[in-house]
């Protein structure tokens, strides 16, 4: 339906439903109260990457399109920037050439299993999986993993226990020291998590 700009208003309104719906689904699962806590949060995180994938989709596609209507406004003649143009339509000749037909289930299903977020219509690749890099990228998530949960059990449980008698006793003044010691333990906490999952899983998967 996208591939012409009569049906745009269309197909506009198609992508809003979708990933309206999907961003939605939780919450009505929740109010039914057909999930658990932790299932909940697996299925809204799972969710909301599809749908941020689903948008970068629909995003590429339509500036291919507007791409494709204005190519001869946008190349113009000249000199000093006609090789450097010559270049960058080469990448996407081949997008541009086979457009619509290169749009296909298969091309999408593709880019949602990928733990990418935004879409390319090519990824560069290797020939065979480096095992040695993704042993090393397996092993460092574990160990990012082991510090979080060392640092949450030994350092912040202990101190958020504490706390719960300052709050009982109305004792600001200790309460905001404990908040101060949770600040660093916490602080290292996000740094490994991101790490863990951004770089270590990722590249992991990748």
């Known amino acids: 339906l996208a591939s012409t700009n009569e049906n745009f208003k269309k ?3 198609m992508h809003c439903f979708n990933i309206a719906y999907l961003l939605f689904t939780p ?19 799972i969710i909301a990457a599809f749908a941020l994938k689903l948008i970068s989709y629909a995003h590429f596609w339509y500036d291919v399109r507007r791409f494709i209507d204005n190519k001869k406004r946008l190349f113009v003649k000249d000199p000093e920037i006609k090789s450097l ?6 990448e996407i000749r081949e997008v541009i050439d086979n457009y619509p037909n290169n749009i296909t289930f298969s091309n999408l299903l593709e880019f949602l ?5 935004c879409y390319q219509y090519k ?22 993993a082991s510090l979080i ?12 226990e504490n706390t719960f008698k300052d709050i009982l006793q ?7 020291e404990k908040i101060g010691y949770l600040s660093i333990p916490n602080v290292y906490s996000w740094i490994l998590m991101f790490y863990a999952f951004f770089h270590c899983w990722l590249n992991f998967l990748a």
Request: with cysteine.
């Open 11 to 13: 197909i506009y309104i």
């Open 27 to 45: 919450l009505f699962f929740h109010k039914l109260n057909l999930i658990t806590p932790i299932s909940g949060f697996i299925g809204l995180f």
């Open 85 to 90: 143009q010559g270049d960058v339509y080469k």
């Open 113 to 117: 299993v990928m733990p990418v977020l």
């Open 123 to 144: 990824y560069p690749r290797t020939n065979r999986i480096n095992r040695k890099n993704a042993l090393f990228y397996f092993i460092s998530f574990i160990i990012c």
């Open 149 to 160: 949960f060392f640092i949450f059990v030994q350092i912040e449980i202990p101190i958020i």
């Open 170 to 176: 109305k004792n600001y003044f200790e309460i905001l």
